[in-house]
């Protein structure tokens, strides 16, 4: 079976939705440019993963690798992720639900993962994790990743938020 894969002309949409999730993401964590580079990361698309990097249920999966400094420098090793971009799920996604529009749906992806990302490299969460603690850093992630694209003015991140409410934490007021 042949997946689905993004088009070229889906690359400059791909490109603008990085750009917007890496400044709001910055600019909500307060990162400098030097500190972005501390998290260093690559995004890959279904063209260039491996079979075994194929998802059939998720949007993006997140990678990690190590990046080895100077022999005479351990300390300088820098993990380095890889976001791997499922495009067949997310064009399948786009496709199933008219109101779903690429550019704020890749936004939200990208600013999820790049979340997971800083988390990683602040050690506020460990890479591997399983269980009960994967759903509630996926929850403390998409409920951060709310808080970063909540006040974004683009066309259709509205719908795009209210999709992913139900994965956040809800807080309840018992009176």
């Not at 689905?4 to 990085?18: C, G, Y």
């Not at 990743?145 to 209210?162: E, G």
Request: charged share 30%; hydrophobic share 40%; aromatic share 12%.
């Amino acid at each position: 079976m042949t997946l689905r894969t993004f088009k070229k002309s889906d690359f400059a949409t791909l490109s603008e939705a990085l750009h917007v999730a890496e400044d709001k993401t910055s600019d909500f964590f307060r990162f400098s440019y030097d500190l972005w580079k501390r998290n260093q990361y690559d995004v890959k698309t279904v063209k260039s993963l491996p079979p075994d990097d194929l998802n059939t249920y998720a949007l993006a999966v997140l990678k990690r690798g190590t990046r080895k400094g100077p022999a005479s420098l351990k300390s300088k090793d820098r993990n380095f992720y890889f976001i791997c971009l499922q495009d067949h799920q997310i064009l399948e996604a786009v496709q199933r639900d008219e109101e779903l529009a690429l550019l704020p749906f890749l936004t939200y992806i990208f600013t999820h993962e790049l979340v997971h990302i800083v988390r990683f490299g602040s050690f506020l969460q460990r890479y591997e994790v399983s269980g009960a603690n994967r759903e509630r850093e996926e929850q403390i992630v998409h409920e951060i990743t709310f808080d970063i694209l909540k006040d974004l003015s683009l066309r259709k991140m509205d719908y795009v938020l209210d999709v992913y409410r139900g994965h956040r934490i809800c807080e309840v007021n018992l009176s």
